[in-house]
Each structure stands twice: as structure tokens, then as C-alpha cells.
């Protein structure tokens, strides 16, 4: 399994167990904009269980991200590992919605509490 989901105090928990591939990608990323769309406007986390994210991973997150402002869902990213976390941080748009990245995904579950 590529990735699960689950609804946790109102916020959209996709979790990616497993690295798409540079040829997944195609596939992969249309499945997490469906999820995204179909629970809109729950804010979204998504879950990176590598410890190690590559280009396509990066990537497929970006464009995520980029969906989800234009849906106007606010979304964060969770990753355990501070390697992946720096990756992610350099390569997101510093324009617009800032990407927000944390370590655990109970902080970012409870970020998103606050808001609502």
C-alpha cells in the first residue's frame, strides 16, 4: 500500500509509507489531489514515513502543496526526519502560503485545531 488516510478532530491524515519512484509519480499524485478534493475543506497533513525523501517525492509534495492553495485548504507536511525536513524547506515555494513542516503529526493535527 502507497499511502492511507484518515480523518483525525476534523484535519485530512494522508500517510505515504513508501516513495512513489520517479515513475509513480504520475499516478501518485492524483491520488492524494482526489483525497484532498473529496474531504475539502478539512485541512490536509500529509505524512512522509521515509526517512529519506528523493526529487519525485519533493516534487509530488510541491504540487500538492500548490493544489491545495488553489482549493484554498490549508495543508502541512510531517516528516521524522530532519534530513527530509531540510529537502522539503529548500525546495518549497517561498511565495504565497508558506509550506509549514513538522517533526510529528500530532503537533500538526493540533496546529490545525486551533484554527477551527
Request: charged share 15%; net charge neutral.
Amino acid at each position: 500500500m502507497l499511502l492511507s488516510h484518515s480523518l483525525d478532530h476534523g484535519v485530512l491524515v494522508i500517510t505515504v509509507h513508501h516513495d512513489p519512484g520517479i515513475g509513480g509519480r504520475a499516478a501518485f499524485l492524483p491520488q492524494l489531489e482526489g483525497l484532498v478534493y473529496a474531504h475539502r475543506p478539512a485541512p490536509v497533513v500529509l505524512r512522509l514515513e521515509q526517512p529519506a525523501v528523493d526529487a519525485a517525492e519533493v516534487g509530488a509534495v510541491l504540487d500538492l502543496h500548490r493544489a491545495c492553495k488553489d482549493l484554498g485548504v490549508l495543508m502541512s507536511v510531517v516528516s521524522a526526519s530532519a534530513p527530509a525536513r531540510r529537502v522539503l524547506a529548500a525546495g518549497a515555494d517561498s511565495s504565497g502560503t508558506h509550506l509549514v513542516i513538522h517533526a510529528r503529526a500530532s503537533t500538526a493535527v493540533a496546529a490545525f485545531a486551533v484554527l477551527a
